[in-house]
């Protein structure tokens, strides 16, 4: 099956820096991607997508200029924490959508960055 | 706007059980249905998906799924479970245009030996 990846699975960081966490479909091509958040115990909530060569939607409520979004290639999307404060620690997951069967996708999840901001 | 209901938070078995879970969805229009598993630790597994035709699909692991339209639901069922099926369960919704998925609250699922 296709496979995505996320770099670094876990990261801990201080208050007010920036981290960096990357998504790759290493099989595959994606012209969107999907960045989710899940906090311990809870659903994945959906964040934004990522679209190669433009702009990231954002879904409501979430901080554009907190979560910067950049779809570098078809296979890489980043997402980049900015000033990074202890209630952004969560798990962050992204997804790429890959075709499964006639006009229908089928989502593939990366394994996941837990940020721990301290 | 797309939102997916979990009736059940948590539900607790004992093995050899039967197990279904509800999943209900608002959406006027076509969508693609998936059930999510997550593992203590690990990330989310694909148990089952429907796209279209028979709305009795089977998956991994000994789970099935029904999609019944005019209840606008996808509950899943697994007639016997096993210690190794506590995890959490996600349904999740794609509406047919678009590519993104919107998630269930979950259910936590403990089986006891």
């Known amino acids: 099956g296709a496979v995505v990846s996320q770099h670094p699975s876990w990261v801990i960081c201080k208050s007010g820096t920036s981290v960096k966490i990357e998504c790759r479909s290493l099989?595959?091509?994606?012209?969107?991607m999907f960045w989710y958040r899940q906090f311990p115990k809870q659903s994945l909530m959906l964040m934004a997508t990522?679209?190669?060569?433009?702009?990231?939607?954002?879904e409501q409520g979430v901080e554009k200029d907190k979560f910067l979004i950049n779809h570098a290639s078809l296979t890489l999307s980043t997402l980049t924490v900015t000033s990074a404060h202890p209630e952004d620690s969560s798990f962050y997951i992204c997804s790429a959508p890959r075709k499964a069967s006639g006009m229908n996708n089928e989502q593939f999840f990366g394994p996941g960055t837990r940020l721990t901001v301290l | 706007a797309q939102s997916v209901s979990q009736h059940n938070h948590h539900v607790i078995l004992s093995e050899a059980a039967s197990l279904e879970l509800g999943c209900n969805y608002s959406?006027?229009?076509?969508?693609?249905l998936f059930w999510y598993v997550q593992y203590p630790g690990q990330h989310l597994q694909l148990l089952l998906k429907?796209?279209?035709?028979?709305?009795l699909v089977k998956g991994i692991k000994g789970f099935e799924a029904e999609f019944i339209k005019s209840k606008f639901s996808f509950n899943l069922r697994k007639p016997s479970v096993q210690w190794s099926d506590t995890a959490e369960y996600f349904c999740?919704?794609?509406?047919?245009?678009?590519?993104?998925?919107?998630f269930g609250t979950g259910t936590r699922l403990q089986v006891f030996p």
């Open positions: 099989d595959f091509q994606a012209t969107t």
């Open positions: 959406y006027g229009g076509t969508v693609n």
């Open positions: 990522s679209n190669e060569g433009s702009k990231a939607t954002y």
């Open positions: 999740a919704v794609m509406s047919y245009n678009t590519d993104k998925l919107i």
């Open positions: 429907y796209f279209s035709g028979d709305p």
